[in-house]
């Protein structure tokens, strides 16, 4: 079946812009991440969203990073007036509901700030 | 208590070698380690997971080894070859819920 897609998957802005990158979770799947990728560096969890409760927020590094999804499943992950140093790359994640399922993850959007 | 640390930052194997990747954490809530495999331009690719009711899982020509008590867990990947050339996470979570992640492993399998 179709993994987790993610669009665009290369997104070039200038500083000061807004970006909304999308996710697409796998059929099913209740549970999506978002983790952000720096060069050369691990996965920074983001936000995390689970069926009807309230989304985790904690990763959130600014108030103008927020993220929702709409019906329980696209999400859509929104940069307010970018910095440079929001240059990384945005990886999406879904897992199915119950203990221990594995995150399965998109090939991300690798964002450039000019 | 939250970290997880992973060691080596880089590893270069000879074809046919084994390579290990060692991960250590704090949080004893923790209940599941998955370890990914990554390739540039992709995103991370389940590789093997392990519970900590279980002190080794071996799929194929990769092993996790766990020690609970020492917090350890360790990626083994026997008769290592060039496509294996990647970079590899390990992790770690409670339940359903987000990942921690080690820094990351670049490893090089030469031919």
């Known amino acids: 079946g179709a993994g987790v897609s993610q669009s665009p998957s290369n997104k070039v802005t200038e500083k000061g812009k807004d970006v909304e990158l999308r996710c697409d979770p796998i059929s099913g799947h209740t549970a999506l991440y978002w983790y952000r990728q720096s060069l050369g560096q691990g996965l920074e969890f983001l936000i995390y969203?689970?069926?009807?409760?309230?989304?985790?927020k904690s990763g959130l590094p600014s108030d103008r990073f927020s993220a929702e999804r709409t019906g329980g499943s696209v999400s859509t992950l929104t940069i307010q007036r970018t910095q440079q140093e929001d240059s990384a790359v945005y990886l999406c994640?879904?897992?199915?509901?119950?203990?221990?399922?594995?995150?399965?993850f998109g090939d991300g959007t690798r964002l450039s700030i000019l | 208590q939250q970290q997880v640390k992973q060691s080596p930052q880089s590893l270069i194997v000879q074809k046919g070698g084994i390579s290990i990747i060692n991960c250590a954490y704090e949080n004893t809530a923790f209940d599941y380690f998955p370890w990914y495999q990554q390739f540039p331009g992709k995103g991370p690719a389940l590789l093997i997971a392990i519970r900590p009711d279980v002190s080794e899982k071996k799929e194929g020509r990769f092993t996790i080894s766990f020690n609970k008590s020492a917090k350890q867990f360790s990626l083994h990947i026997m008769d290592s070859q060039p496509g294996d050339s990647a970079t590899y996470f390990c992790?770690?979570?409670?339940?359903?819920?987000?990942?921690?992640f080690g820094t990351g492993t670049r490893l090089k399998v030469l031919a």
């Open positions: 994640a879904s897992s199915l509901e119950q203990s221990n399922q594995p995150q399965h």
């Open positions: 969203f689970q069926g009807n409760s309230a989304p985790d």
């Open positions: 992790a770690a979570s409670k339940g359903t819920y987000k990942y921690i």
